[in-house]
């Protein structure tokens, strides 16, 4: 029985590691704080290793999450990423953070992060989220979404289109942990309606089977 039991952990252990081992790779070293500069240096993940014996606790650190981000803008919202370009330090670690601030009714338009699972926390206000699964054998896509208040917690899977909506008359805030450190964002109207060079109206016109006005003014809009 015991090892029966012995194997069944071992198992789940194996497909954590198999997994986690999908997104960034585990790192071969206690750190690799990313630098600028490539003389004397290891190029890892994208950025270049400092000499482990030049890093300094600064390569581990920032400041002024405290610090609310500026929500005057056509969605009222702003996200204040740490990431590797913000903290060294993270090159290779595989994690990160932000914090997002939404203004009444403000909204963090559906997006994607085509390298991290997010996991968010509700430190002020009251959030409407969710995300959408990608296309099932059937054809459609399901939403899961839920109110959060102060204190509740969501993730949202790696890849998959979510978003977050402020549904309250005052300010919101939450904070999430991102699986990667550098998660990369996909912002759906804007990579859709305001890549350069544009979409052909033409494609977006059949796939969204709108007239083509309708794909006029939306392009214009971004």
Known sequence: MKAAHFLSVLS?????????????????????????????ALFVNGKFCKDPKLATAEDFFTSGLNIPGNTD???GSNVTAVNVDRIPGLNTLGISL???????????????????????????????VGF?????????????????NKGDVFVFPIGLIHFQFNTGHTPAVAFAGLSSQNFG?????N???????????DVLTKAFQVDKNVIDYLQRQF
């Open 191 to 201: 990579a859709v309606f305001g890549s350069t060079p544009p979409i052909n109206p």
């Open 132 to 148: 959408v699964t990608s296309n099932q054998p059937d054809g459609s896509n399901k939403l899961f979404t839920k109110v959060l």
């Open 12 to 40: 789940v252990l194996a497909l954590a590691t198999s997994i986690a081992s999908a997104y960034d790779p585990s790192p071969l070293q206690d750190f690799c704080v990313a630098t600028n500069d490539p003389k004397n």
């Open 185 to 189: 964002v996909i912002t759906i109207a």
């Open 73 to 75: 803008n056509k969605v």
């Open 98 to 128: 932000v914090r997002i601030d939404y203004a009444p009714y403000g909204i963090n338009p559906p997006h994607t992060h085509p390298r991290g699972t997010e996991i968010l926390v509700v430190v002020e206000g009251t959030l409407h």
